[in-house]
């Protein structure tokens, strides 16, 4: 026999118990009036009601009814009724408990149903926080299942996507396995359901009106109303982060598309440059007779102009490899007058006509720097310096220690830098809008100096005023002292 119907047995039996004692009691040790009798069976009735249901309470009212009559109701030991006033009080009896009981078995059910309402409502509430918890489909998707078997209780739970005919599950298994072609074949229903096994949920998600999969959720008490809010809250989730997902990809192809441009114009000009000038001296050259000194000048301009494509092509190399963080640096200590002085030396064609004065306090710690990656910081700034500053204007070059670091500093007497612009010159291919069509450039030198002094675990800035000329800084960890 199962417990279920155990139960049962020992419930009608309690039932039949006290009915029998609350006679009993009155018919053999109290002697009162048959109107107690009464009132103490309909509250007994309406106990039942509240307790039990409505079953109990129905059929209790005919047996307490009937033992009333044969136990109470003159002529006693019959089921006759001599007086019609009696007859009159046993229907009144019947149907006040009869209608009590429906009222009171009505109550208790709308209580369990506010109350089942309410949980239900805050396992969605507990469950749409979990899936807001993430933007990323990817993740998200790996999540569903598990917040839904946390949020809900759930032994078990499968997440089917017809896209990709991909499952995800949590919990134990389903007590029969479902194959993928059952789950194609549940992902169109048109509505929640009750599997087979009687103990799972089968919850179809779309996306629209499109079928989008299925959820399988094993040991859960929810209302169909329920599993279709779970199914639209899921299906909402995956929306919501497909959608910010597109917002971000969208955005991040317009990014490149524009920094694609960019350079293209930048570089495109930039090499232009270069090349008019080194093709019309060579065709100078080759074309007419140019005296020994023309012909000097003329290969000087090309000479210079090499440089400089030169310099281009190596910029844009050197970002391409930053960009994809190809490098390889090797940091060792370096004495900063030492890189300073190298990085001028490397300068000097630019630095040629410049007063340029290097003040450095003594003592300066060694910094942990890679030589070859510094001089191109240093000529960068120095070049920068030189090229935004009118001719014979000095350049000043110092450093300063700080605590664990070292700041060097590059300033210049030039045109300086818009305030609103000072944070934008780091920015590849930014050009600041009083130079750009004055100075040629290409807008990379500041954005790779930033980045090789990232990768120093240092930091670079400016402070700049307009007219009155622009001081570059940036840090360098010191090195740290030989363990001896
Ligand atoms: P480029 O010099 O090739 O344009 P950079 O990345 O070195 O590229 O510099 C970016 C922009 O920052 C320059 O176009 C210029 O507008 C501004 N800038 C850089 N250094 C200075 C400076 N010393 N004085 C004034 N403006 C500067």
């Known amino acids: 026999m199962d417990a279920k119907r155990l139960v049962l047995i020992a419930r009608w039996a309690g039932v039949g118990l006290c009915l029998a004692g609350i006679v009993a009691f009155y018919r053999l040790a109290l002697n009162v009036n048959p109107t107690t009798v009464a009132l103490t069976l309909l509250l007994f009735i309406l106990f039942l009601a509240a307790r039990l249901g409505l079953q109990y309470a129905v059929v209790t009212s005919f047996a307490a009814g009937a033992a009333y ?8 030991g019959h089921f006759t009724i001599a007086d019609p006033q009696n007859l009159l009080a046993l229907i009144a009896f019947l149907t006040t408990s009869v209608v009590a009981s429906r009222m009171s078995s009505r109550i208790r059910r709308e209580s369990a149903d506010a109350i089942a309402r309410q949980a239900e409502l805050e396992t969605l509430y507990r469950l749409s926080r979990a899936l807001l918890e993430t933007d990323k489909l ?34 134990g298994d389903m007590p029969t396995p479902v194959s993928m072609e ?8 048109q509505g929640p359901s009750m599997a087979a096994d009687g103990e799972s949920a089968i919850v179809p998600l779309r996306a629209g009106v499109r079928p989008r999969g299925v959820l399988l959720v094993r040991g859960v008490t929810l209302s169909a109303q329920s599993l279709e809010a779970l199914g639209g809250l899921v299906s909402i989730s995956l929306d919501r982060s497909q959608a910010l997902e597109q917002v971000t990809k969208g955005e991040a192809a317009k ?42 000048d003329l290969l000087t301009v090309i000479d210079e102009e090499s440089d400089r494509l030169n310099r281009l092509v190596s910029q844009a190399v050197e970002m391409a490899q930053l960009d994809t963080q190809e490098v390889r640096m090797s940091f060792s200590a370096q004495s900063v007058e030492e890189l300073i002085r190298s990085a001028m030396e490397a300068n000097d064609a630019v630095l040629r006509d410049r007063e340029v004065s290097v003040t450095l306090p003594n ?3 060694k910094v942990d720097a890679d030589p070859v990656w510094m001089q191109k910081v240093l000529g960068n700034l120095l070049d920068n310096a030189a090229k935004y500053s009118a001719p014979g204007k000095p350049i000043f070059v110092s450093a300063e220690a700080r605590p664990g670091a070292v700041a060097i500093s590059v300033a210049d007497r030039g045109a300086g830098i818009d305030p609103m612009e000072q944070s934008l010159i780091f920015d590849k291919f930014y050009r600041a809008s009083s130079q750009r069509q004055i ?12 980045a090789i002094i990232e990768a120093h675990g240092g930091t670079m800035s400016v ?3 307009p007219g009155q000329g622009s001081v570059f800084t940036f840090t360098l960890r010191t090195s740290a002292p030989a363990k001896t």
């Open 182 to 189: 059952e789950l194609r074949e549940m992902s169109h229903a």
């Open 363 to 365: 003592g300066l710690p």
């Open 439 to 450: 100075v040629s450039g290409t807008g990379m030198g500041l954005a790779i100096s930033r």
């Open 69 to 76: 009559n044969y136990f109470f109701l003159p002529p006693i």
């Open 255 to 296: 990014e490149s598309e524009r920094l694609r441009a960019l350079m293209m114009d930048s570089i495109t000009h930039e090499l232009r440059t270069p090349l008019t000038s080194i093709k019309a001296s060579v065709s100078t050259l080759l074309s007419s007779s140019v005296s020994a000194e023309g012909a000097r």
């Open 138 to 171: 990817l993740e998200l998707t790996n999540n569903i299942p598990v917040a839904i078997a946390l949020a809900t209780d759930a032994s078990a739970v499968v997440f089917y996507l017809l896209e990709g005919d991909r499952v995800y599950r949590a919990g």
């Open 463 to 465: 402070t700049s005023q």
